[in-house]
């Protein structure tokens, strides 16, 4: 299955819940890191890593299909 294909295909519900929290992660991670005033350097880092995390499980949730041909 190529990646375009896997990417359009359905996705089960349990990981459409994974991407949305994982969209939320990133967004929550892009406002800290571009907040306009100076925050310590633990709370900009702990942005820096939900921005990632968030990403990633967005990608990968929306990656997984189901497979009912077998």
Do not use: C, E, H, W
Request: glycine content about 10%; aromatic content about 4%; proline content about 6%.
């Amino acid at each position: 299955m190529s990646l375009i294909k896997r990417a359009k295909a359905p996705t089960p519900k349990f990981f459409k819940v994974l991407r949305n929290v994982g969209l939320a992660l990133a967004a929550v991670g892009g406002t800290i890191l571009a907040a306009p005033i100076a925050l310590p350097v633990i709370v900009t880092t702990i942005g820096g890593y939900l921005a990632v995390a968030g990403g990633v499980l967005s990608a990968a949730s929306q990656l997984t299909t189901t497979d009912d041909s077998k």
